[in-house]
């Protein structure tokens, strides 16, 4: 008698390749404007996903084109506070010239997933959805409710996503306390013993602006006083080589304190030139978190080389540390000038819980689980994600993206940058990691 050939189900590892592949392929770059190519059709894709599953999920257009797609995973106790996972489907734009492989394409190669949006962030992205599709598929339903948001607009500050959905429709999230998103989870391995696992737990709140100086419009053969180029060009020079001085923030305290441990060494924040150079790939994101900052971005003057503008204007992204934004402001306006004139294009808050509690306790147990030399440690995102308009509800934010990476991989240079790729390998342990961490949160 020959046995049964029944195919073997399904399981979340088996298909969280193939939708991140997916989610790769719908172009959903972000432009900063009221476009955004993909985006409607990457809320459908996640919602088919999920109905495929049982879900019940709901699309919400904020502007045409502009979609996002939320779904509630009830719980084995729906009376607990829920959780709410949270991951945007846009992504920066990208210049096919500049890649080795198209970054639309959702190519395998070199064991990894090439494309825009690898890390940032259709990773999670599909492994919350492989995560959720094997655990409805086999009636393991979660602990506690499970709010699932899949949002645009997040590279320009969430106006068409996260905040559309927080001031128009809070009632999706009753009862959420917490939330887990991008940005964090990820690995730095330390020695053969020790793995460290980035959780985050603050961020640095923004001020996009723009500068503006006037001056006296003439003839470019004159000798002239008044330039507002030069001015300006002055100003942005100051503010571009400006050191703002270091502030020890909890998190910051809490993770040189863990990271000192790893390393056997007490650290000063004041002196960390030598520390930063043994974290590798990951020293830029962490000596961003040190300090405020302060980047000219864009400069514009002028429309014939031979007539002196009357104004000259410049972009500056600022980055502030939590509980540092009245000090940010002064000294720019200190560092700038009383000729500038500064005003927000974007502004947002910082962020900053702490590193405790039941939710915290499951990131460990369930990365210890798969990886026995794991230890989770609190970090700062010098950047900002939606979590800012979420938080706004009383939810309790962190970044928990797990990824087991290699360690010669440059995964802080994957955010944006060219060749952005994530390990096969990582993703399986990432859907491995969240789904032992939905059973212990």
């Given at each position: 008698?020959?046995?049964s050939n029944?195919?073997?189900?399904?399981?979340?590892?088996?298909?969280?390749?193939?939708?991140?592949?997916?989610?790769?392929?719908?172009?959903?770059?972000?432009?900063?404007?009221?476009?955004?190519?993909?985006?409607?059709?990457?809320?459908?894709?996640?919602a088919?996903?999920?109905?495929?599953?049982?879900?019940?999920?709901?699309?919400f257009?904020?502007?045409?084109?502009?979609?996002?797609?939320?779904?509630?995973?009830?719980?084995?106790?729906?009376?607990?506070?829920?959780?709410?996972?949270?991951?945007?489907?846009?992504?920066?734009?990208?210049?096919?010239?500049?890649?080795t492989?198209?970054?639309?394409?959702?190519?395998i190669?070199?064991?990894?997933?090439?494309g825009?949006?690898a890390?940032?962030?259709?990773?999670?992205?599909?492994?919350?959805?492989?995560?959720?599709?094997?655990?409805?598929?086999?009636g393991?339903?979660?602990?506690?409710?499970v709010?699932l948001?899949?949002?645009?607009?997040?590279?320009?500050?969430?106006?068409?996503?996260?905040?559309?959905l927080?001031?128009?429709?809070?009632?999706?999230?009753?009862?959420?306390?917490?939330?887990?998103?991008?940005?964090?989870?990820?690995?730095?391995?330390?020695?053969?013993q020790?793995?460290?696992?980035?959780?985050?737990?603050?961020?640095?709140?923004m001020?996009?602006?723009?500068?503006?100086?006037?001056?006296?419009?003439?003839h470019?053969?004159?000798?002239?006083?008044?330039?507002?180029?030069?001015?300006?060009?002055?100003?942005?020079?100051?503010?571009?080589?400006?050191?703002?001085?270091?502030?020890?923030?909890?998190?910051?305290?809490?993770?040189l304190?863990?990271l000192?441990?790893a390393?056997?060494?007490e650290?000063?924040?004041?002196?960390?030139?030598?520390?930063?150079?043994?974290?590798?790939?990951?020293?830029?994101?962490?000596?961003a978190?040190?300090?405020?900052?302060?980047?000219?971005?864009?400069?514009?003057?002028?429309?014939?080389?031979?007539?002196?503008?009357?104004q000259?204007?410049?972009?500056?992204?600022?980055?502030?540390?939590?509980?540092?934004?009245e000090e940010?402001?002064?000294?720019?306006?200190?560092?700038?000038?009383?000729?500038?004139?500064?005003?927000?294009?974007?502004?947002?808050?910082?962020?900053?819980?702490?590193?405790?509690?039941?939710?915290?306790?499951?990131?460990?147990?369930?990365?210890?689980?798969?990886d026995?030399?794991?230890?989770?440690?609190?970090?700062?995102?010098?950047?900002?994600?939606?979590?800012?308009?979420f938080?706004?509800?009383?939810?309790?934010?962190?970044?928990?993206a797990?990824?087991?990476?290699?360690?010669?991989?440059?995964?802080?240079?994957?955010?944006?940058?060219?060749d952005?790729?994530?390990?096969?390998?990582?993703?399986?342990?990432?859907?491995?990691?969240?789904?032992?961490?939905l059973?212990?949160s």
């Amino acid at each position: 008698m020959s046995e049964s050939n029944t195919a073997k189900p399904l399981t979340g590892e088996d298909e969280v390749v193939d939708l991140c592949r997916d989610l790769i392929r719908i172009d959903t770059s972000n432009y900063g404007d009221h476009s955004g190519p993909g985006e409607r059709r990457a809320a459908e894709y996640v919602a088919e996903k999920l109905a495929e599953v049982g879900l019940e999920p709901q699309i919400f257009e904020s502007h045409q084109g502009r979609a996002s797609t939320v779904a509630r995973v009830e719980g084995e106790d729906p009376s607990r506070p829920a959780l709410l996972i949270h991951g945007h489907l846009d992504v920066v734009p990208a210049n096919a010239a500049d890649w080795t492989h198209d970054p639309f394409s959702g190519e395998i190669a070199d064991d990894c997933v090439w494309g825009r949006g690898a890390v940032d962030m259709k990773d999670m992205d599909a492994m919350t959805l492989a995560v959720v599709r094997d655990r409805l598929r086999s009636g393991r339903k979660p602990p506690r409710d499970v709010v699932l948001a899949f949002v645009a607009d997040e590279e320009a500050g969430g106006t068409w996503g996260a905040r559309h959905l927080v001031d128009n429709h809070p009632e999706l999230f009753d009862g959420v306390s917490e939330a887990i998103s991008e940005v964090g989870g990820f690995s730095l391995t330390v020695n053969e013993q020790l793995r460290l696992y980035l959780v985050e737990t603050a961020q640095k709140g923004m001020h996009w602006m723009k500068l503006t100086v006037d001056g006296t419009a003439g003839h470019g053969s004159m000798i002239h006083k008044d330039n507002a180029i030069t001015e300006l060009s002055e100003a942005v020079a100051r503010l571009g080589r400006h050191e703002f001085p270091v502030r020890v923030t909890k998190t910051l305290r809490h993770f040189l304190d863990e990271l000192g441990d790893a390393l056997g060494t007490e650290l000063d924040p004041e002196n960390m030139d030598e520390t930063l150079a043994k974290l590798g790939t990951i020293a830029k994101l962490i000596g961003a978190s040190l300090r405020n900052t302060a980047n000219p971005t864009q400069l514009g003057a002028g429309y014939k080389v031979n007539v002196i503008p009357g104004q000259a204007t410049a972009h500056v992204d600022g980055r502030f540390l939590p509980g540092y934004e009245e000090e940010f402001l002064a000294d720019l306006d200190r560092i700038l000038g009383p000729h500038v004139k500064r005003e927000d294009v974007h502004a947002d808050k910082a962020l900053e819980t702490t590193f405790d509690g039941a939710i915290v306790e499951a990131m460990q147990t369930a990365l210890v689980a798969e990886d026995p030399i794991a230890r989770a440690v609190p970090y700062m995102l010098s950047a900002g994600t939606d979590a800012k308009s979420f938080a706004d509800l009383g939810i309790r934010c962190f970044g928990f993206a797990p990824l087991k990476l290699p360690p010669e991989l440059d995964f802080a240079g994957m955010f944006h940058g060219v060749d952005e790729r994530v390990p096969v390998e990582g993703l399986k342990f990432g859907v491995r990691v969240l789904d032992r961490f939905l059973d212990a949160s």
